[in-house]
C-alpha cells in the first residue's frame, strides 16, 4: 500500500538550533515529491519540489534533498517565524493513473 | 503560483444542512482539486473538478454528498450536503497547471457543523 510517513510529529527547537524533518515514502511510479508550510487557520504553502534521487532545493533556512525511499527538510539556525507545520506529499502514477498522497506532517515550534 | 481565493473563509452550519464553497484563481488552470483536511489528519483528495465534465471521485466520496461544478478554467464549487458533526473540517481547493506539476492551494474554508 502506498504510504507516506513523517517524522518527528512535533518538534521544538530553540532559536538558532539546527534539525531536520524526515519524510519516508513507499510508492510504486514516484514522479515528485513536495514540501509545504502550513501556517494554523491557512492553505498549505508551496516550498519545493524534488523529482529524483540526489536532488537538493535551498530556499533561506530551508534545504530540501531525496533519496529513493525518503527525504530530508533540514533547517538551519531557524526563527520563531519557521514555526509551522511541514507537510510532505509524493505523487505516483498506477496503471495511468496520478495520485497525490500527503503525509500527516511534523509540527515545528521555534523558541526565541 | 496563482492567487487563489476560497469563500467563504469559515462557517458554522446546522446538521442537515448543505454548503457551497467557492475557489476563484486568477488565472485559467487545467487542474482543480478539492480536499478534505480533518483536525490533525493529513489531506484526502475528495475529487478532481473537471472543466465542462463531472467530477472524478475517490474512493470513499460520492456526487450525492459533495457535488462539485467547474463552469470554467478559473472557477470551481464544492457543495457540502446534508451535513453531519463528522463533516466538520477543513476544504480546500488547489490548482495546477497539469496533473503530474507542483499543486498551489487555496486558503481553506474551516467549517464547524452542530
Known amino acids: 500500500e502506498d504510504q507516506v510517513t513523517q517524522s518527528p510529529e512535533a518538534l521544538r527547537l530553540q532559536e538558532g538550533e539546527s534539525s531536520s524533518l524526515n519524510c519516508s515514502y513507499t510508492?510504486?511510479?514516484?514522479?515528485?515529491l513536495f514540501w509545504y508550510r502550513q501556517d494554523p487557520g491557512k492553505g498549505p504553502e508551496f516550498l519545493f519540489t524534488?523529482?529524483?534521487a540526489g536532488e537538493e532545493k535551498e530556499k533561506e533556512r530551508l534545504k530540501a534533498t531525496l533519496t529513493k525511499k525518503e527525504s530530508f527538510l533540514h533547517i538551519t539556525a531557524p526563527k520563531p517565524e519557521d514555526s509551522a507545520t511541514y507537510l510532505c506529499?509524493?505523487?505516483?502514477?498506477?496503471?495511468?493513473?496520478?495520485?497525490?498522497?500527503f503525509g500527516t506532517g511534523t509540527r515545528l515550534k521555534v523558541l526565541a | 503560483s496563482a492567487v487563489i481565493s476560497q469563500k467563504p473563509s469559515r462557517d458554522i452550519c446546522q446538521r442537515g444542512t448543505s454548503l457551497t464553497i467557492q475557489c476563484q484563481v486568477d488565472?485559467?488552470?487545467?487542474?482543480m482539486f478539492w480536499y478534505r483536511q480533518q483536525p490533525g489528519q493529513s489531506l484526502t483528495l475528495i475529487a478532481t473538478?473537471?472543466?465542462?465534465?463531472?467530477?472524478?471521485?475517490e474512493s470513499g466520496f460520492v456526487i450525492d454528498k459533495f457535488p462539485i461544478s467547474r463552469p470554467n478554467l478559473t472557477f470551481s464549487t464544492l457543495t457540502v450536503s446534508n451535513m453531519s458533526p463528522e463533516d466538520s473540517s477543513i476544504y480546500l481547493c488547489?490548482?495546477?497547471?497539469?496533473?503530474?506539476?507542483?499543486?498551489?492551494f487555496g486558503p481553506g474554508t474551516r467549517l464547524l457543523v452542530l
Open positions: 488565472s485559467q488552470v487545467t487542474m
Open positions: 506529499a509524493v505523487q505516483a502514477v498506477d496503471s495511468g493513473t496520478y495520485k497525490y498522497i
Open positions: 473538478a473537471n472543466q465542462g465534465s463531472e467530477a472524478t471521485y
Open positions: 488547489s490548482v495546477g497547471r497539469a496533473l503530474q506539476e507542483t499543486q498551489y
Open positions: 524534488l523529482y529524483s
Open positions: 510508492v510504486s511510479g514516484l514522479r515528485g
